[in-house]
C-alpha cells in the first residue's frame, strides 16, 4: 500500500483545483490518500503575508481564473471567502474567524469517521464552484453534506466536542507540513518527499508509477 498524504486548506482554490484528481487517486485500490487539513496560511504565516503588495493579489485573481479555464472546471471568487478578511486590506485576516473554523471542525469531525474526502468532494464545490452565495448560511452546507451521506447535525455534535484537540491536530499538521519540506497548499507528500502545487499532480503519480493507472471519471 502506497501512501500519499495531501496538504489541504479551504481557502486555497487550486485545492479545488486539483480535487477530482485526487479522488481518482484516491480510489486506485493500492494507494491510501491521507488527508492533512490546515489553517490558511494567513492565518498559520501570518507575518509572512503582512509585507505583499496589492500587485499579488491581482494576479492572484487572473492565474485562479486562467487556471479554472484550463482545466475546464465552474469556478467563481468564493462568496464569501472561509477567511473573513479586514476591511480594505490585502491578505489580513480578521481577529473573529467563525466560517473558517467552523468549516475546519467538521472537516476532521467527517474525517475522523472516514468521510473526508467525501466532505470535501461536495462542500469544496459548494464554495468555489460559482454555484451557491452565502454558502454558509441557510440549507446549503447542510444540504451539501447530505449529498456526502453525512449528517450535519451528527458532525456538529462531533466537532463540538472536540474543538482544542481539533485545533492540536491542525497545528500538527502544519509541523508536519514544514518537515516535509513546505509551507503551502495543496502539498503532495508522497515517500517523504513533496510535491507542491495542483500543477505537479502528474510529477507525483510519475514518482509513484502508476500514472496511467488514474482515470478522472
Request: net charge neutral; hydrophobic share 40%; aromatic share 12%.
Amino acid at each position: 500500500m502506497r501512501t500519499v498524504d495531501v496538504y489541504w486548506s479551504h481557502q486555497s482554490p487550486y485545492c479545488y483545483f486539483v480535487l477530482d484528481r485526487i479522488l481518482a487517486l484516491q480510489a486506485h485500490e493500492d494507494v491510501d490518500v491521507r488527508l492533512r487539513l490546515v489553517q490558511p496560511g494567513v492565518l498559520r504565516n501570518a507575518t509572512a503575508f503582512q509585507g505583499r503588495l496589492p500587485i499579488e493579489q491581482d494576479y492572484f485573481f487572473r492565474d485562479v481564473a486562467r487556471t479554472a479555464a484550463f482545466l475546464g472546471l465552474p469556478y467563481a471568487e468564493a462568496r464569501p471567502y472561509p477567511v473573513e478578511m479586514r476591511p480594505g486590506t490585502v491578505y489580513r485576516a480578521a481577529e473573529h474567524q467563525p466560517r473558517i473554523h467552523r468549516l475546519n471542525h467538521l472537516t476532521l469531525a467527517a474525517d475522523e469517521v472516514g468521510a473526508g474526502w467525501r466532505f470535501l468532494d461536495q462542500v469544496t464545490r459548494l464554495i468555489w464552484d460559482g454555484s451557491a452565495r452565502n454558502w454558509h448560511k441557510g440549507p446549503a452546507l447542510a444540504d451539501a453534506l447530505a449529498r456526502a451521506g453525512l449528517d450535519m447535525d451528527d458532525l456538529q455534535r462531533r466537532a463540538g466536542g472536540n474543538g482544542s484537540r481539533y485545533e492540536q491536530i491542525l497545528a500538527a499538521n502544519h509541523d508536519r507540513l514544514l518537515e516535509a519540506g513546505h509551507w503551502g497548499v495543496p502539498v503532495f507528500v508522497f515517500d517523504k518527499e513533496p510535491f507542491y502545487g495542483q500543477d505537479r499532480f502528474d510529477q507525483l503519480l510519475w514518482r509513484m508509477g502508476i500514472g496511467a493507472q488514474v482515470q478522472i471519471v
